[in-house]
């Protein structure tokens, strides 16, 4: 696809990305510019599950079939994954990152906290990332936590390419969780974000 030209539309992203007021976050003016989101496409392949079609169209083109093939081996496994979500807005990590944390963002309670990066900052909000449950395939209901079983998921996704939430990160244990930085950090990403390199689907040209 040829390039087109995001920079204005990411010069006012960082803009109020720095906005001083943490309240400014729950503003929806302030919400639907964050950041430029991408038009989500069909797949060339897809799952058991039409929800989590949609919300693979939503990642990077670079690893959507990758995620399509895990999914596809779990579930040959006998394992049926769903898609909770991939593309995450910043205005949306920013409001999980303060779960669990008071307005200054300090943490009061350990047991909400589900992110510890603030937008900007997550491969969800580059479209490299995506969030699974271990579902009932008839009920689509999340299974119970099973460690053995998300062990050998994690290890699958991994086969694939992907990180792990359940053994990559350290001490945050972040199951669900499965990404694919393609050799870019976070902050090399937004810096592309910021620099607008973006293709006409709003996906960053990597």
């Known amino acids: 696809n040829r390039p087109v030209?995001?920079?204005?539309?990411?010069?006012?992203?960082?803009?109020?990305?720095?906005?001083p007021d943490q309240g400014c976050l729950e503003s929806p003016i302030l919400n639907f510019w964050r950041v430029i989101q991408p038009?989500?496409?069909p797949l060339t392949k897809s799952t058991w599950d039409e929800q989590s079609n949609i919300k693979l169209g939503r990642l990077?083109?670079?690893?959507?079939?990758?995620?399509?093939?895990?999914?596809?081996?779990a579930a040959a496994y006998g394992c049926y994954l769903r898609v909770n979500e991939t593309f995450r807005t910043f205005a949306t990590q920013n409001q999980y990152y303060m779960r669990g944390r008071d307005a200054n963002g300090i943490v009061v309670d350990k047991n909400?906290?589900?992110?510890?990066?603030?937008?900007?900052?997550?491969?969800?909000?580059?479209?490299?990332?995506?969030?699974?449950?271990?579902?009932?395939k008839?009920?689509?209901?999340?299974?119970p936590y099973n460690e053995d079983r998300w062990k050998k998921i994690g290890a699958l996704g991994k086969s694939y390419g992907f990180r792990w939430?359940?053994?990559?990160?350290?001490?945050?244990?972040?199951t669900p969780h499965f990404d694919m930085p393609l050799g870019y950090s976070t902050s090399?990403?937004?810096?592309?974000?910021?620099?607008?390199?973006?293709?006409?689907?709003?996906?960053?040209?990597?």
């Open 39 to 41: 038009i989500s496409q």
């Open 60 to 73: 990077h083109p670079l690893i959507r079939d990758k995620a399509v093939d895990f999914i596809n081996a």
């Open 188 to 206: 090399q990403l937004l810096t592309k974000h910021n620099n607008g390199e973006y293709d006409s689907n709003g996906f960053l040209i990597l």
């Open 112 to 136: 909400k906290i589900i992110t510890t990066v603030k937008g900007g900052h997550s491969y969800h909000n580059y479209g490299l990332a995506m969030d699974l449950n271990d579902v009932n």
């Open 165 to 174: 939430g359940g053994s990559d990160f350290g001490s945050f244990i972040d």
């Open 138 to 143: 008839d009920t689509k209901k999340t299974l």
């Open 5 to 19: 030209d995001l920079k204005p539309w990411a010069d006012l992203n960082v803009l109020l990305m720095n906005f």
